[in-house]
């Protein structure tokens, strides 16, 4: 199966930047989506963005698309979330999330695996 590491989270005031990464190792063919979720306290998970591996993107809010920015490099099976101007109510913890196929469990089986999670606090 696939682990994902997030890095990146901290404390940062209002108005600031972070930039989150997260990095995918173990069996699989190919990690078809990369993306982003958060949850805050007493919220559902929810998607931020997320991008295929040919470079597709899908920002849950089309509003985060001017503060937040979905990159991957293939590569490396990294995947970036560049976030700006941030604001109180991106506090959250940023989960990490992989879709991926393994060899020989058939082209249509898609699996999913999610990191340990990394929290973003925004406050002064």
């Known amino acids: 199966q696939v682990q994902l590491v997030e890095s990146g989270g901290g404390l940062v005031q209002p108005g600031g930047s972070l930039r989150l990464s997260c990095t995918a190792s173990?069996?699989?063919?190919?990690?078809?989506?990369m993306g982003w979720y958060r949850q805050a306290p007493g919220k559902q998970r929810e998607l931020v963005a997320s991008?295929?591996?040919?470079?597709?993107?899908?920002y849950a809010d089309d509003s985060w698309k001017g503060r937040f920015t979905i990159s991957r490099d293939n590569a490396k099976n990294m995947v970036y979330l560049q976030m700006n101007s941030l604001k109180p109510e991106d506090t959250a913890v940023y989960y990490c999330?992989?879709?991926?196929?393994?060899?020989?469990?058939?082209?249509?089986?898609?699996?999913?695996?999610w990191g340990q999670g990394t929290q973003v606090t925004v406050s002064s």
């Open positions: 999330n992989a879709k991926y196929r393994r060899a020989g469990f058939g082209p249509n089986l898609l699996f999913t695996t």
């Open positions: 991008m295929s591996t040919g470079g597709s993107t899908n």
């Open positions: 173990g069996r699989f063919s190919t990690i078809d989506v």
